[in-house]
């Protein structure tokens, strides 16, 4: 099952200014992998997944209209 990275962070119970010094970024970088305005690393989407016990393979990295509407295709 697909996760956005808000939902995998707020299944965790992170707030986005704690999940962002964990994996040592500013709060608004994490903000804007969110929202799909900047992209991400590797190393960057491998500290996220460890973080919020999710694979990699298992996180959506795109815009959250997409996901929705793949979401809904598949439903």
Known sequence: MKLTLTAARVNNGYT????????GVHWQTLSAWERDSSRLTFKEAD???????????????G???EFIRKARQAG
């Open 47 to 61: 500290k996220l997944s460890k973080l919020y016990h999710v694979d990699k393979d298992d996180l959506f990295f």
């Open 63 to 65: 815009p959250k209209n």
């Open 16 to 23: 986005m200014k704690e999940a962002a010094a964990v994996i």
